[in-house]
């Protein structure tokens, strides 16, 4: 990356981490532990001349038996749980290799001269994410988060990779338990935080919508008190939300009643949305590129951030007309045998809805390929169910269901169908396997069909994903 990391020494990141440093030598221009770091990463494969690895402990693989490839390669230094032998660089002995990531970007985040952007909620993180960071590009030299990196691994990576030229950081901060916030707040501090919704997801360790305001909030615990808040004023949870360090939240809606709102919505099917935006005395028509109308929300609240930050109408106008999609995120793909909705990275049951309604926008016939969705607790039978009622309701006319879960999706499509009489019938399928679904597929679907697929990461649709591009 060519720049240092300001103030990273070897000495600093010992005291951090509160670990021991062993073998720091003297150089010609810096005292032992006093030379700055180039970059620090858990991947060795990324390791730079000068960079740090921390090595830790995962399911299949152990980083600790990388350090003599990193210390080949110029590595200025290791964070290990056991000291290593005969490679000659110096390391940082810790009890806890994931815990010292942590305590390190936390540091790092110190050391910055930044903007950070703080963005939570149970759907649409992502999404806002990519708006907000095409909005602020306009005038900004900013960093984001790259794929799926917002949890307590892949945050302190996304700061650690910020570096001297970047001036705002926009950071998606994903949780699934109480306390996990309150550690990525920590680490992250932000000085503007976003929230998007409060949906159904992580049912299972945060118990009720109460639970997950709760610990979403922690967001709050670090941020910066001088700083502000954006929050979804339609959602009814969210609008409880005080005053958070000195100021009031700015509601972001549909609702006139929020500060920046939205109205004339028109839907360009998979191709966007146009809206008028009304705020700080202000009222623009914006263009989203990004498919589905829960996508206006989304924009909305870039807008705030933007107007925050000082942007023009025009650079706010433009950066939203830019904004491109995450693969496996409602990634709308015209293939040469059907027009295929990517949406393949994860699910619970607020953004498989959300993707049902985009599928039923699109003209022609519309096929649902949906999985199990996981982490849903005691009423994950009942989700699934309710998710199969939907897609009937919707008049979507073909639905496979694929998993264990995702019987009981099958169950209940099948029985709204047998309830809605004489009408158009939606036609049903239901494979156990991803790979049964996969055999089954060429006999249902047609040429020039909108394909949807969507359910949880361990589901592998990617793989279905992959299939359908390759199909004729």
């Known amino acids: 990356m060519g720049i240092n990391m300001k103030n990273m020494t070897l000495e600093n990141i010992a005291k951090a981490c509160k670990g021991t440093l062993y073998g720091a030598v003297q150089t010609e221009e810096k005292a032992p532990g006093q030379e700055e770091a180039s970059c620090v990463v858990i991947d060795s494969r990324k390791i730079e001349p000068g960079g740090i690895f921390i090595a830790t402990r995962g399911e299949r693989v152990d980083g600790h038996t990388f350090i003599p490839a990193v210390a080949e390669k110029g590595a200025l230094g290791v964070v290990c749980e056991e000291a290593p032998e005969h490679v000659g660089i110096p390391y940082i002995l ?120 709760q610990a979403k909030s922690e967001i709050f615990d670090y941020m910066n008190p001088d700083g502000y808040v954006f929050v979804n004023g339609d ?7 005080g005053k958070t360090g000195k100021r009031k939240p700015v509601h972001f809606g549909m609702s006139p009643v929020n500060e920046i709102y939205g109205s004339d919505v028109l839907s360009k099917g998979l191709f966007g949305t146009n809206v008028v935006v009304h705020g700080n005395l202000e009222v623009f028509p914006i263009e989203i590129p990004l498919p589905g109308i829960h996508m206006v929300t989304d924009a909305l609240a870039a807008v705030g951030v933007g107007m925050q930050m000082g942007l023009s109408v025009q650079e706010i106008r433009r950066g939203i007309a830019e904004a491109k999609t995450v693969s496996g995120r409602s990634n709308v793909l015209s293939l040469p045998f059907c027009t295929l909705i990517d949406d393949c990275y994860n699910a619970n049951p607020a953004s498989m809805r959300a993707a049902v309604d985009l599928l039923a926008m699109a003209l ?8 199990d969705m996981f982490e849903l607790g005691v009423n994950e039978k009942e989700l699934h169910a309710e998710t199969g009622a939907y897609v009937v309701e919707k008049g979507i006319e073909v639905l496979v269901c694929t998993g264990t879960l995702s019987r009981n999706m099958y169950e209940a499509a099948v029985e709204k169908n047998k309830a809605a ?38 589901m592998q649709f990617e793989k279905a994903v992959e299939f359908l591009k390759n199909y004729s």
Not at 235 to 241: A, F
Not at 364 to 371: E, H, I, K
């Open 94 to 213: 810790v009890e806890d290799s994931f815990k010292a990531l942590k305590d390190i970007a936390g540091y790092y985040r110190q050391q910055l001269d930044i903007w950070v952007v703080g963005i939570t909620g149970s759907v649409g993180k992502t999404s806002t994410k990519e708006l907000i960071a095409s909005v602020l590009s306009m005038k900004y030299h900013v960093l984001k988060t790259q794929g799926n990196f917002n949890n307590e691994v892949g945050l302190p990576l996304t700061v650690l990779s910020i570096r001297e030229e970047h001036q705002i950081a926009v950071l998606e901060m994903g949780i699934s338990g109480f306390g996990e916030m309150h550690r990525l707040s920590k680490i992250a501090r932000p000085d503007i935080c976003v929230m998007t919704n409060i949906g159904q997801c992580h049912l299972e360790n945060l118990g009720s919508r109460e639970g997950i305001l």
């Open 364 to 371: 022609g016939r519309r096929v649902a390929v949906l999985g």
């Open 421 to 458: 009489g004489s009408g158009r019938k939606t036609e049903i399928y239901y494979f156990d396997t991803r790979e049964a679904m996969l055999e089954g597929l060429p006999g249902i679907l047609k040429k020039g069909d909108t394909v949807l697929v969507k359910a949880s990461h361990g």
């Open 235 to 241: 959602d009814d949870m969210l609008r409880r939300i």
